[in-house]
């Protein structure tokens, strides 16, 4: 006989699963005038393991959704001088925000003005006022479906690194970051050797082995301010910050003898595989977009060299 199955100690393990994968905490914006009653959610949601804001004057929008990073708004609808419909008008002009979820929480009961709000800008609609469970699960679950949809946004399935796209954008970001603030900033690019070889006499199951090996070995010896992208299919690139020249090469050759002597199995032998590094330092180039062409000719250099080096 087949004992029956604890369901709510299953979903408990599998909450506990999920939460451990996903260990940030889920970041709420809380938008209302009435500053005891945010206080108030904000308190439950602290409790439930979230990290929230509260905000009650909305000149302030921008700066705050920049600053902290919200996964998800929960907004008010009547606010002094203005309403939440208003508000996420607003942040859907930007497309940095427009696919941030806003949830109305709001005591209108009124269905056309619940539905009004919704089809300007919301994406769901709670109605004050709200027991704390339902509260935090409304929102919990919201947020984590987010997060997954960014992920799959953001980042590569393979190796769990930033897609070109976001790479790109994000060296640019830290470009602009390093001139403001005068600080070295070094970026490369990583192309593996003949990798086409690999591929061709073990397989492309164990070719993707190898992406994912030097995927980690990055990961690991980059700092957390560090950038990292897979740029093409054997290709990475990344923003070093606050990293001057010399210190940009010891890493970047470190890593490079690093992943030389991985070995990995096929079925045939054990193999080894080389990497060659371009580097650039971002200060000798006046605009963002002339960095990563000039990281590509570095990287040209360093194979037409012979491979297994770095060019910066
Ligand atoms: P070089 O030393 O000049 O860089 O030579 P290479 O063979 O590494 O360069 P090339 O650009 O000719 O080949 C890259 C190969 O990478 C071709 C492509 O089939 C393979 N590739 C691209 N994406 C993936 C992937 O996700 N998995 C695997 N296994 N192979 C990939
Ligand atoms: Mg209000
Ligand atoms: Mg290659
Ligand atoms: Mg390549």
Known sequence: ??????????????????RRRQALPYRLLIVDDDEELARHYSLILRGAGMESRTLSDPVSIFEVLDEFQPDLILMDLNMPGYTGVDLARVIRMHDDWLSLPIIYLSAETDIDQQLSAMSNGGDD???????????????????????????????DSLTGLLKHSRIKEQIALEYS??????????????????????????????????????????????R??????RYGGEEFAVALVD????????????????FKEIRFSAEKENFTV??????????DYPEASSIL????????????????????
């Open 125 to 155: 609609f709670l109605t004050k006022p709200i027991s704390d469970r339902h509260l935090v699960v409304a929102v919990s679950v919201r947020a984590a479906r987010m997060r997954q949809l960014n992920e799959l946004m953001v980042k």
């Open 243 to 258: 990293c001057d020249a010399d210190a940009a090469i010891a890493l970047l050759d470190d890593i490079r003898m690093r």
């Open 177 to 222: 970051k390093a001139r403001r603030v005068n600080s070295p900033l070094c970026v490369a690019m990583l192309d593996i050797d003949h990798f086409k070889q690999v591929n061709d006499t073990y397989g492309h199951a164990v070719g993707d082995q190898v992406i994912k090996a030097l995927a980690h070995l990055l990961k690991q010896r980059l």
């Open 293 to 312: 062409v000039a990281a590509d000719e570095a990287l040209y250099n360093a194979k037409r060299g012979g491979r297994d080096r770095i060019c910066l």
């Open 224 to 229: 957390k301010s560090d950038s990292i992208g």
């Open 1 to 18: 006989f087949l004992k029956p199955v604890d369901i709510p100690r299953l979903i408990d393990r599998v909450e506990q699963i999920v």
């Open 274 to 283: 080389t990497l060659s590094v371009g580097a650039i330092m971002a200060a």
